[in-house]
Structures are given as C-alpha cells and as structure tokens.
C-alpha cells in the first residue's frame, strides 16, 4: 500500500482541440484529490496523433488549466517524445508471442466491413480486425515484413489472454456507466486485435498509456466513464508487461442537459470560451453534479 503522500495522479489530455467543460471536471478532480492526501499531480500531452495533435492546443490547454488554478508537478510528459519505451514495450510483447504484424489498412478494414453486416464491434464502435495474418507462420511472417508494405503491430487477444494465470479483475473505486463498483471482471477479448504501434510508427493510446502510467509512477486514475471498459485492456497489457496496477476510479460525464456527452466540437461550451464572463469558481459549480464520484 502506498503512504498518502506518495499518491501520484495524473491529468492526461490530447492537444487535438480545446478543453471543454468535461476535461475541467476530469483536471479538478484530481488536482483536488491530489492535494486532499498531499499526493503528487502530474501533467501529460497524449499528442500521439500527429495529424490532429496541434502546439496551439497544448499552449491552449496549460493557459486554461493555470486560469482554472490546476497545479501539477515536473515537466509536462509529451508522449511523442518518448517512442522508444513504446517500442520497447512492443518488443517485450513481441517475445511473448502475443502481437502480429497486420497490413489491412483503415480503408481496407472500413470497405470489408461494408459488406459484412453484423460484424463484431469493440466497445468503442470500432470493427473487430478481418485480417487474417494472426494465423501465419513465422516464415510468412518475415515475408510480409520484408515486403516493405506498411505494418500495424497488433494484439492477439486470444493468445494474450491464454496467458493469464488467473481472472483479470480492477478495483473500481468511483463507479462505473451502469454503477459498476468493487471488484470489475475484465472483458478483454471485447476489443479483439487492438492496435499497439500503427502502420506509420506513432503508438495507440492503449499501449501508450499503460506504458507511461507505469514509467511516471501513477498510483491514481481518475478518469471519465468513457474510458471505463478500456480498463479491462489496459489490465491485460499492465499483465502481460508485469506492470503495477493503479488505483481506478472513473467519474460521470458531464452531459449537455439532454443526455448527450460532451464533445470537443462544441466550441461554445469550451474553457477558452466560457473563460469570458465566467470566473474559474464559476466553473467549479457548472461541473459541480458530474465532480461527485
Ligand atoms: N488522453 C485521453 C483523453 O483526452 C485521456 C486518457 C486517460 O485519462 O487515460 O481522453
């Protein structure tokens, strides 16, 4: 167990647009429980999506985490910096046998699966992988690899889940969507063959994040709903990597006042909008319902 004081939380946004009202609610609550048990925040761009991860946003997000009066600790941890430990991470899997090469790109997948009503979807909406490379032999393997067509690494999650000695389980210590609290059973194979690195090098969030959850140390996530089934994942690799396993707990999402979530495209209901005519106590009481966990 760790003293209180060496409670290591984390803020982790992706500089892919602006803060909305829910990153808010996520930022506070764990500035706040860090500093109730005298813990550590730590702050982390997830900005590996090169395409829409933007030096704008991330100036944008640390000038409204410093006006809504977030304090964290050390430099901010860049993820795009730091491909070599995910590249290790790959490596470390890749002994295990439990990751493959895949070549069917986005839009391959996307034209295959328009012709296959009903085919199995990850919790995220997300088609489960139709390739079918997980089945060659180490030969074919080497071909493919050698053949310069570009590559994703993804998880077998058949065989990675063979590997478990026992049932994965997580603590939950806020609650999940449908009030899930205790001890949650983890469902990995309901992501089937998840990307870790794509075709292009840059590493997926899954890996990412357990990854440097670890390498920071994090003992605390707090995080939204939405990442809530995510975490039977992010166990599974925690496992297969031999990794501590944090404290979970996940809060509700802040909803638009008809049922609907909260996006980035919702410029009006943005930090950097609402900043004018709003006072950071101001936002702490709009968020105030969805803080409670
Ligand atoms: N980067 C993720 C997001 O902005 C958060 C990931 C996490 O907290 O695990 O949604």
Redesign the pocket.
């Known amino acids: 167990m760790h003293a209180e004081t060496d409670r290591i939380f984390?803020?982790?946004?992706?500089p892919n647009g602006e803060l909305h009202l829910g990153?808010a609610c996520?930022a506070l609550l764990n500035h706040d429980m860090a500093q109730a048990c005298g813990g550590t925040l730590l702050l982390r761009m997830?900005d590996t999506d090169t395409q829409r991860s933007k030096p704008v946003y991330e100036q944008q997000i640390l000038d409204d985490l410093r006006w809504l009066g977030v304090r964290w600790t050390g430099p901010v941890r860049r993820q795009s910096d730091h491909i070599a430990d995910y590249q290790s991470a790959l490596n470390r899997l890749k002994k295990l046998g439990v990751v493959y090469p895949a070549a069917m790109s986005r839009r391959e997948i996307a034209d295959f699966v328009a012709g296959a009503p009903g085919w199995p979807r990850d919790p995220d909406g997300a088609p489960f992988y139709p390739g079918r490379e997980r089945e060659l032999d180490a030969a074919a393997r080497q071909k493919l690899l050698g053949s310069g067509k570009p590559v994703a690494w993804r998880l077998d999650i058949s065989k990675a889940s063979k590997r478990l000695q026992a049932p994965l389980t997580w603590r939950e210590h806020g609650r999940g969507p449908q009030g899930q609290t205790g001890t949650i059973n983890c469902d990995p194979a309901a992501w089937g063959d998840i990307v870790l690195i794509r075709s292009d090098g840059q590493v997926a969030?899954h890996l990412a994040?357990v990854v440097d959850?670890a390498l920071q140390q994090v003992t605390d996530?707090v995080?939204?709903h939405?990442?809530f089934h995510?975490t039977s994942l992010h166990r599974l690799l925690q496992t297969l990597l031999g990794l501590p396993q944090p404290r979970y707990t996940h809060h509700h999402l802040l909803s638009d006042g008809e049922g609907r979530k909260l996006s980035k495209s919702k410029r009006d209901l943005s930090l950097h909008s609402l900043r004018s005519g709003h006072s950071p106590a101001d936002i702490r009481n709009l968020i105030a319902e969805s803080a409670k966990i």
């Open positions: 984390r803020f982790a946004p992706s990153h996520s997830e969030y994040v959850d996530i995080r939204g939405d990442l995510a």
